[in-house]
């Protein structure tokens, strides 16, 4: 691919289906003054939005992937795999979004019990209004809690009720790695590990996770991604190539005012790291229509 034709790829962002602030054609919207030319649409354990997202990305000419990040528990710890370019229509990977969604309704009626036992009364309607036809996630409690002024803003809130060992925490067991990656490789779509480095697990247990990644078939890991400092995308860059994954790049875009970074602002992938698009020859093609507004 030569430089004067390179894509611009955001293959993580989030829209009103999860926890994101924008609807899905919003987030089309600013995909394209953003000079994205392909997005993926990754959603907290929803397709829903993929529909909407990829009328506007044909109309506005910008590439699209239908995604999905599907929530995670492997050895006690909650992990998030970004499933790329997945057929929603796949009946195992609806099932177990169905049941994951059930999951997250029934653990948000336990966290607001939780909360009502240190005085935060009647929360449950609020968020579930506020999470509307999408997800509900602890993102949509830290914006009511923040509301009710009971934190400084919404990260203050994760770390005083939301977090183990705070009130209003309900530990989740989600789906399991391999089960996950046999969804998304099912519905014809690739496997990616997503931001790797904020699960804060050592270096051993990161290698240890790789490994068993890849054995499941996983594809690829997120080797940029927004919050990643340069040490980070090191450290991800050494762990694709000790496993021989792709790197995928995603801003894990929720909106303007979460201190969540921009939409598709991220640093080329580094040379020695084969990009996820390389699975897909009609990548350079994607998007086309519209012009690289950001060159
Ligand atoms: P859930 O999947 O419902 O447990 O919610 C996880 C989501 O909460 C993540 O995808 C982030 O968007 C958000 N989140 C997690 N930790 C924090 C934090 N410390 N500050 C702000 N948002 C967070
Ligand atoms: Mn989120
Ligand atoms: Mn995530
Ligand atoms: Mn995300």
Redesign the pocket.
């Known amino acids: 691919m030569s430089a004067a034709l390179a894509r611009v790829f955001d293959l993580h962002a989030h829209s009103t289906y999860s926890?994101g602030a924008y609807s899905p054609r919003g987030l089309i919207e600013r995909a394209v003054a953003a000079g994205i030319h392909v997005l993926a649409l990754t959603d907290?354990d929803t397709m829903a939005g993929h529909l909407e997202a990829e009328e506007a990305a044909r109309e506005l000419g910008v590439g699209f992937l239908p995604g999905v990040e599907i929530?995670v528990t492997w050895q006690g710890k909650?992990l998030h795999l970004v499933g790329l370019r997945v057929d929603a229509g796949h009946p195992p990977l609806r099932a177990g979004l169905e049941g994951l969604a059930l999951h997250?309704q029934q653990r948000a009626f336990e966290m607001a019990q939780r909360l009502e036992k240190v005085g935060v009364i009647g929360i449950y309607d609020e968020v579930l209004s506020l999470a509307g036809q999408g997800m509900v996630?602890?993102?949509h409690f830290?914006h009511c809690l923040a509301r009710r002024g009971l934190a400084a803003d919404?990260?203050d809130v994760?770390?005083r009720y939301l977090?183990p060992g705070k009130p209003g925490y309900v530990h989740s067991t989600w789906a399991g790695l391999e089960t996950a990656i046999a969804w998304i490789r099912g519905a014809g779509g690739v496997a990616v590990l997503a931001h790797p480095i904020r699960y804060k697990l050592t270096g051993s247990w990161l290698r240890r996770l790789a490994l068993e990644f890849k054995e499941f078939g996983g594809q690829a890991i997120e080797v940029l991604s927004g919050q990643a400092s340069p040490g980070d995308v090191q450290a991800s860059a050494q762990l694709a190539k000790r496993f021989d994954l792709l790197g995928s790049c995603g801003s894990d875009f929720?909106g303007p005012d979460?201190g969540w970074p921009k939409l598709g602002r991220l640093p080329p992938m580094p040379k020695d790291v084969t990009p996820v698009w390389s699975l897909w020859p009609d990548a350079e093609a994607l998007g086309s229509t519209f012009p690289p507004a950001a060159f």
């Open positions: 926890d907290h929530s909650t997250r996630t602890r993102t830290a919404v990260r994760f770390n977090t929720h979460q």
